[in-house]
């Protein structure tokens, strides 16, 4: 799946510039055909008209008997071979055959892309006519969509329940068309008609549907969703407020849902005040080994409890070099823990994979640095585990941990392990726009930067799941984001824990609950 990582998207990319040399080529057999069948019709329609003048005596000549003879048999007849040949048909197989290669994106692929567009448009709190006209979030990428493009994303975004953002596509569809496309022009007034009435909103319905009427009067479909709507709505009240591309966002972050947390910490609604702030620490930690005392790591606090803190520069460009390496050609689709095991889900569109610490040595390197980093023991930490997520890509909130009901029904690997106590996040590249790492609860949207790491505690000091530690990835407006994971268990860490992790209460943990229900 291409639109989940870019990587994919630049090999296909040069496939294209193939199909354009085999569509020239295409182009070219054919004009020379039609110019050969051109020149044969002028010649045969002047040799017609020269005879048109003779009359009957034009035959008493042996040369023009010859010449209609000739014409009659062997011209035509290469006439008709070349009219037969299938020009092009070279080209056109190995066009098909380029667009049959692996990696070639498909329909599925191309609503996947569209539904990334639309993510980014609902979690960013963009405008489709900034979008249309290639802004996002106030960078101009010199790309305009036309009105048929709009067209096809307010389908889609009526069909994934976003009535408001296809309302939205829609009209600017409409800014878009020209006068001559009746037919889209139906097209978008219908769905127009359907958006509207979606939202409860039948402002401008009636002057929509006649308008749709006067341009398809014949037909049936339409006329009876009019006759429809009339019986049932026309003396309805009309909603008072302006309908606005984005519903607003309520003051009360306890009435929203998990996903609307996650998706205004990513816009940056959600954010800690300066008061909250201000106990936050930047610094240099050396306290956890020797070695630090030499070289010190450079940690900036993030929140205290539970603990989430942002080491600086903990990660060398040539290990990252070493990890490209290794996972080149292992990586595909992200799949999350559903009712039955791994699956494939909107929820987490990237592209990873997972590599044992024994494949290279600079796995080894990274793990005894994360030992110093996190205070834990790294024997039995999982697989080390490496993503890549392209343009819309993102995973929506979750928590590392695993609930009760995951072992429960052995969706667990090596459950003897325990629980994730911690999760170091390597960010292995930076993010032109957007891909944060966002932490709702504890009102921190962490920006990735190369060679730095996030890494906090996912669990209180009883071992049960932290429900504060909700994260997740915002959705990538621009550029290519790279991680990795190192998620660390709970086995042989009993002398480990950091003492903050005792300060955890449960008073914290119930009034969150309180809050959630
Ligand atoms: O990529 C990120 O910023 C977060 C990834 C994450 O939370 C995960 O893979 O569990
Ligand atoms: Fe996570």
Redesign the pocket.
Known sequence: EFYSSIHEMTRVYKYEEKMLLHMQKFIADNESKLDFLKARLSEFESERNEAQQWGVTYFDSPLNKYLLTKRLTLDWERVENLVATATGEKPLNRLRKLRGRNYMPDEKELEGALDGLLRLQYVYRLEARHIAAGVLDGVDYGVQLNSQHCFDIARLALRDNHPRLAHSWLLEAQKRLGDQNQELKAEILALLVKAKVELNDYRGVNSTYQKLLSIQPVSVEYKQNYNNFISKHLDEKQSPATLEEHAPIPSDPSVMSDFDIYRFTCSGHIKKTAREERHLRCGYLTETHPFLNLAPLKVEELNHNPLLVLYHDVIYQSEIDVIRNLTENEISR?TVIGAKGSEVSKV?T?Q?TFIPKTRHKVLQTIDQRVADMSNLNMDYAELH?F?N?GIGGH?AQ?N?WFGQDAFDNELVSSPEMGNRIA?V?F?LSDVAQG????FPHLKQL?Q?KKYAA?FWHNLHASGVGDLRTL????PIIAGS?W?Q?R?IREFIQADRRPCELWDDSQIVLREILAKMQ
């Open positions: 992200a987490r990237s990873f585990q993503a997520y995973y979750h590392d999760t996040l960010y891909g944060g790492t966002a962490l990735p996030a994260h997740g990835a915002c984001k991680v994971n998620w």
